[in-house]
């Protein structure tokens, strides 16, 4: 079992930053692959970015590609998304959620992640 909880959340005019953080409870963290997701309101929840369990790989979103950028912390147990450039589009909820697959490979598909977090609004004001 995980549990996760972000934070960094707020509202930011456009061309601005902000930096999310998502901590996970258990000693078993390095053990997942980890992913960012954004939901809309009216809109599906969408894949923003993973990273892999020992942080060497990434995988983003063509959307944010350049502009964000997902990191972890095994020793304390956190998944970042630092997000710069942000644009109005970008308005949504954020969550964190974790992947315990043995495979490789990182999903963009939000049914393979096990574990979510409850989420944090970020508004981008044009």
């Known amino acids: 079992q995980v549990q996760l909880v972000e934070s960094g959340g707020g509202l930011v005019q456009a061309g601005g930053s902000l930096k999310l953080s998502c901590a996970a409870s258990?000693?078993?963290?390095?053990?997942?692959?980890m992913g960012w997701f954004h939901q809309a309101p009216g809109k599906e929840r969408e894949f923003v970015a993973a990273i892999s369990r020992s942080g060497r790989r990434t995988f983003y979103a063509d959307s944010v590609k350049g502009r964000f950028t997902i990191s972890r912390d095994n020793a304390k147990n956190t998944v970042y998304l630092q997000m710069n450039s942000l644009k109005p589009e970008d308005t949504a909820v954020y969550y964190c959620?974790?992947?315990?697959?043995?495979?490789?490979?990182?999903?963009?598909?939000?049914?393979?992640?096990?574990?979510w977090g409850q989420g944090t609004q970020v508004t981008v004001s044009s």
């Open positions: 258990g000693r078993t963290f390095s053990s997942y692959h």
């Open positions: 959620a974790a992947d315990g697959t043995a495979l490789l490979r990182l999903s963009t598909n939000r049914n393979e992640y096990d574990y």
